[in-house]
């Protein structure tokens, strides 16, 4: 049975309500993405992007583990929005094709802030020959599902780290 390449697109919607005024979630939103502070503590290599293109900002970021490149992605800043606390950014995940854009929300809510994020992931898949729309909908169903769980760990441990430890 042969197996085809096929590009599909994972969409994701994940929030958490913050017990911290809107200012400080927004404030972390700017240095996890727009400092790279997340990507850089974890050993990244991050340069600016010389581009036209990355007009508003952006990035080239790297990681290396035993000589070898394992990660690397071109991150530009698409909306930078300080009145609304709205970031979005696109990423092109060099190595495996993958085009993501997301959005982070830092949002007044009762009690704080609502972290909101918004994620498009285009991304390509095998398919196995005869497989049906059936079959592609049960695989993005479950990369759905897989990347809900991680964003919704992102935001708790955002959460975490803002909360007062009472």
């Given at each position: 049975?042969?197996?085809?390449?096929?590009?599909?697109?994972?969409?994701?919607?994940?929030?958490?309500?913050?017990?911290?005024?809107p200012a400080a979630?927004?404030?972390?939103?700017?240095?996890?993405?727009?400092?790279?502070?997340?990507?850089?503590?974890?050993?990244?290599?991050?340069?600016?992007?010389?581009?036209?293109?990355?007009?508003?900002?952006?990035?080239?970021?790297?990681?290396?583990?035993?000589?070898?490149?394992?990660?690397?992605?071109?991150?530009?800043?698409?909306?930078?929005?300080?009145?609304?606390?709205?970031?979005?950014?696109?990423?092109?995940?060099?190595?495996?094709?993958?085009?993501?854009?997301?959005?982070?929300h830092a949002e007044?809510?009762?009690?704080?802030?609502?972290?909101?994020?918004?994620?498009?992931?285009?991304?390509?898949?095998?398919?196995?020959?005869?497989?049906?729309?059936?079959?592609?909908?049960?695989a993005v169903a479950?990369?759905?599902?897989?990347?809900?769980?991680?964003?919704?760990?992102?935001?708790?441990?955002?959460?975490?780290?803002?909360?007062?430890?009472?």
């Amino acid at each position: 049975m042969t197996e085809q390449n096929i590009h599909v697109t994972i969409v994701n919607h994940a929030a958490v309500d913050i017990a911290a005024p809107p200012a400080a979630v927004w404030q972390t939103i700017l240095d996890e993405y727009i400092e790279a502070k997340k990507f850089r503590e974890i050993g990244y290599a991050i340069e600016p992007l010389d581009d036209p293109a990355a007009c508003l900002g952006g990035y080239h970021m790297r990681l290396e583990q035993d000589g070898a490149v394992v990660d690397e992605r071109l991150c530009h800043v698409t909306e930078r929005d300080e009145a609304a606390h709205r970031l979005s950014m696109f990423a092109d995940y060099l190595a495996g094709g993958m085009i993501v854009y997301a959005t982070y929300h830092a949002e007044a809510a009762p009690g704080g802030t609502r972290y909101r994020l918004d994620c498009h992931s285009t991304l390509g898949i095998s398919q196995p020959a005869g497989a049906g729309r059936a079959e592609v909908a049960a695989a993005v169903a479950e990369m759905t599902a897989q990347f809900d769980a991680a964003l919704t760990g992102y935001l708790e441990s955002i959460k975490a780290k803002l909360e007062p430890q009472g």
